[in-house]
């Protein structure tokens, strides 16, 4: 074996930028052909000796030395190992590690992350003060549930409301219950009847609290029957067969399909459009919305849900969140069509010869695009 | 044509004809294929579940050296959400919730926000350079159109009127473009499941192809 | 009871004895319909292609139980076939999940059977399931040796030769997330966007749609979609004269082109037998119920 010291072959080391410390990035230039591997050792300042600290991968030419201890200095020599020869090359000056107090990569994402906070909070105090003064536009679902609970009655049929197949975490449970307060008080009104089977006992146990507050709040406390509020099983197809063998026996007028839904989102509304029921279905599972669109009548389509719920409730946090996340989507879009705007002029200026603007572009998508290393 | 011998294969078969048997109405062997699956799904995940963490997650390293003690808070907190079935102790479960919520949100809001907007919103920016060619042109003009229509149409704090109506509207046919392509691809994989079990069927049963 | 007025009422059973006759008839008497690659395919393809014996390796991570194996195993078979060809070192993740370490070990073990000359430990790893989903991908980021401790069949990290030298993601040129559910969402957050490391989705056509979004975007390196994403892959392998195995979504392709064609008859034929009938009963004075 020949021992060369190719000056062409590297090293260079820094404390590893944005990080909480004990960390060194250690980068090689000028890898010889045919290297195999290149080996890291790393002296400490105080030591004598050289120690083994890993291998730094050749497709990348860098690697994070992750075992050092801040403060202490450390100097790095690289051994690129060929075939017949190796190559070494080492640094000159100790380098240390050290943590740093904020990670200026994650600055956008703090950007964002106060200006959305900040108008939700704002709208949400805003909603407490005023509720009725918060404007949120009527979906025409809402309009449907009166039509649908009506035609029910003059039918003579019941109501089915079905809460979707997630917990009470779920935020679409949580609007579903939100709108059976709705369709109860007018079930209640009209002198009709809701079954809602349930797939999550928790959920149950909710859904019949709010339906006797509905009933009550209609005026009808009597009226209101807690076994047409029952579990029926914690299997998804078990529940999908339940809910359709309570479709086929009971042919309700109006099916409510209201929460989040996995694939048995199409059996329940094939069944519901084939007894003739008008369907309003409404769910935060994208995947399932084109079923539920090709099959019910109405269809909240995710964020229509929780605007659904809180125009029937009126809920500060909820209604708060609406508004700040409508203020949001303005924001986006402007920062959009700004970016648009000036992207193209940027990128006619530079066919022009001026590439400055497309420079000051190029640094307003870097800054955007700062997330991980 | 060589039928299969193994014995697996043919329980794995006439399972997927039980099941299969659905298609042409409710029966007792469609029953029997679905009660097999749920208690064998089942027993598999806690077999699973148990050997591979049970044991050398908290059973190894809290009662073999070097213990780990360490783990019996995040232990005990596991052990307080099964407070969940009790009435009387339902309450023990708030405490694992707030870190598991508080950890979870604190985690992944950021990255969602990075991910999900941040990065979509960069990508959208159209610049001279999705001009290349005609179709990149014709695709980045309908993304940008596409993009804008949508959000306008979950805007809920105006009312649809005039421009902002058509912009809605616009919004909902781009949406309903989108349904029918997920349409489209569902049904596709519901139709490749099918064909991946016609492929067991003949290929490893019956061995005819 | 005109025609039309039959065929909307026709029983659904026929309709699925129509699907199975389209469906089954192409397995047995293959047709050959040509089969065209697609960009999100090719990405991904050339992506790995590009990669050597000296790269990272490639994660290959199981994100699938048997309900969605006919449209994934194809993908994550191809995958592993493509990277043992190139020399490429080869993770292979048995899933965040339970239910996907059986799927993993058929992959590895059958497709490991057509390369005896790549050696286990030194060519490809099997790292079995960790409990966690969102801990474990973070952890990977850490440090894969204190996340898995030993891999799938008790050895040690440390010890394996082709882990040497592999700490992080920052070692690791790409994860391959073989998904039936959505699990690329989470590669994607605490992966790619926290650590920065490459991601490609093999997913089922239910998931594909949403994901175009962080293809466009770049997020995303490349995607296979339903078992037609995993034919093209494999009619990439082909063209490029790699080993493919048995091509079980090339074979497929045929009965999904003729089921296809078949609910698209089925769907034409219903519109217009519906507008036909009702154009008919509004003749007759029929009025129906508006919703």
């Not at chain 1, 949120?136 to 039918?155: F, N, Q, Y």
Request: hydrophobic residues 45%.
């Amino acid at each position: 074996m020949i021992l060369l010291l190719a000056l062409a072959f590297s090293i260079s080391a820094k404390d590893t930028p944005d990080d909480g410390g004990g960390s060194i990035t250690v980068n090689v230039y000028n890898i010889p052909e045919g290297t195999a591997r290149i080996e890291l050792s790393r002296l400490e300042k105080g030591d004598m000796l050289y120690k083994e600290a890993g291998l730094i991968p050749i497709f990348k030419g860098e690697c994070d030395d992750a075992s050092v201890v801040d403060g202490i200095g450390y100097l790095y020599r690289g051994k690129a190992i060929a075939k017949d020869t190796f190559y070494i090359a080492e640094m000159e000056g100790f380098v240390t590690s050290s943590p740093q107090w904020f990670n200026k990569s994650r600055i956008t994402v703090l950007i964002f992350l106060i200006l959305f906070g900040s108008v939700v909070l704002t709208y949400i105090q805003l909603a407490k003060k005023n509720p009725e003064g918060l404007f949120i536009r009527k979906l025409p679902a809402l309009d449907a549930i009166d039509e649908a609970v009506g035609r029910s009655t003059e039918m003579g049929k019941p109501v089915l409301f079905v809460p979707g197949l997630e917990g009470i975490t779920d935020a679409g449970t949580l609007a579903s219950l939100t709108i059976l307060e709705m369709v109860g008080k007018k079930v209640a009104e009209y002198g009709s009847r809701v079954i809602h089977p349930n797939f999550d006992p928790i959920v149950m146990t909710t859904a019949q609290e709010t339906l006797k507050t509905a009933f009550a709040e209609a005026g009808r406390p009597d009226a209101f029957n807690k076994d047409d509020v029952f579990y029926l099983t914690y299997e998804q197809f078990g529940f999908a067969a339940g809910v359709d063998g309570i479709m086929l026996r009971e042919r309700p007028g109006a099916i409510f399909l209201q929460g989040y839904f996995y694939a048995e989102s199409l059996i329940l509304a094939e069944t519901g459009y084939s007894i003739g029921a008008i369907q309003i279905a409404g769910t935060n599972a994208t995947t399932q919305l084109p079923f539920f669109v090709a099959a019910c009548d109405y269809v909240l389509l995710g964020e229509e849900m929780f605007a659904a719920s809180a125009y029937i409730s009126r809920e500060p946090r909820l209604l708060g969140s609406i508004k700040g996340s409508d203020l949001a989507k303005v924001v986006l879009l402007f920062m959009i069509g700004a970016g648009v705007i000036f992207g193209t002029i940027a990128g006619i200026a530079k066919q022009g010869g001026n590439p400055t603007y497309m420079q000051i572009f190029n640094k307003m998508l870097e800054f955007l695009a700062k997330g991980a290393k | 044509m060589s039928i299969s011998t193994s014995i697996w294969v043919w329980m794995a078969a006439l399972l997927t004809l039980m099941v299969y048997s659905f298609l042409y109405k409710d029966n007792p062997f469609y029953r029997l294929a679905e009660h097999i699956f749920m208690g064998l799904s089942l027993g598999y995940t806690l077999t699973i579940l148990w050997y591979n963490y049970i044991i050398p997650r908290v059973y190894e390293p809290l009662f073999l050296p070097p213990h780990q003690w360490s783990l019996i808070f995040p232990i005990l907190l596991g052990i307080m959400t099964f407070g969940i079935f009790s009435k009387k102790y339902s309450w023990l479960i708030k405490y694992p919730l707030a870190f598991y919520v508080g950890g979870y949100a604190g985690l992944r809001i950021p990255l969602l926000l990075q991910s999900w907007i941040i990065r979509q919103v960069e990508a959208s920016f159209l610049t001279p350079d999705k001009f290349t060619s005609l179709m990149s042109s014709i695709n980045a003009i309908l993304i940008f159109a596409g993009l804008f229509a949508t959000l306008i149409y979950f805007y809920f704090s105006k009312k649809r009127e005039h421009g902002f109506g058509a912009a809605a509207q616009v919004g909902i046919v781009f949406i309903m473009v989108a349904f029918g392509a997920a349409f489209g691809y569902t049904v596709m994989a519901r139709i490749s499941l099918l064909i991946g079990r016609m492929q067991f069927l003949i290929h490893d049963w019956l061995g005819i192809m | 009871m005109g025609f039309w007025q039959r065929f909307l009422q026709l029983d659904r059973k026929w309709i699925f004895l129509g699907i199975a006759i389209v469906v089954i008839i192409p397995l047995i008497k293959p047709i050959g319909l040509p089969i065209k690659p697609t960009k999100p395919v090719i990405d991904l393809f050339t992506y790995i292609d590009t990669l050597g014996p000296e790269s990272g390796p490639v994660m290959v991570v199981t994100g699938f139980d048997p309900s969605t194996m006919p449209e994934l195993m194809p993908m994550e078979q191809a995958l592993l076939r493509h990277c043992l060809t190139k020399g490429i070192p080869v993770i292979s993740f048995g899933g965040l999940y339970p239910a996907y370490i059986g799927m993993a070990k058929m992959a590895i073990d059958e497709v490991s059977a057509d390369f005896p000359d790549k050696k286990y430990g030194e060519d490809y790893v099997f790292l079995g399931f960790i409990p966690g989903v969102s801990a474990v991908i973070l952890s990977i980021g850490i440090d894969i040796a204190t996340t898995f401790g030993n891999d799938y069949y008790g050895t040690p990290i440390d010890s394996l030769p082709m882990l040497r030298g592999v700490k992080n993601y920052s070692d690791i040129s790409l994860v391959v997330d073989v998904s039936g559910t959505s699990t690329p969402e989470y590669w994607l957050m605490y992966a790619q966007e926290r650590y920065g490391v490459n991601i490609g989705v093999a997913c089922t056509a239910v998931s594909a749609p949403a994901y175009y979004a962080f293809l466009q975007s770049g997020q995303f390196v490349g995607m296979m979609g339903g078992m037609k994403g995993a034919a093209e892959y494999e009619e990439l392998m082909a063209r490029k004269g790699y080993p493919t195995g048995r091509r079980n979504a090339t074979i497929g392709m045929d009965s999904q082109s003729l089921a296809h064609l078949l609910i698209i008859l089925l769907i034409i034929l219903g519109n217009a037998g519906y507008f036909i009938v009702r154009r008919g009963e509004r003749r007759r004075g029929i009025i129906r119920r508006k919703r």
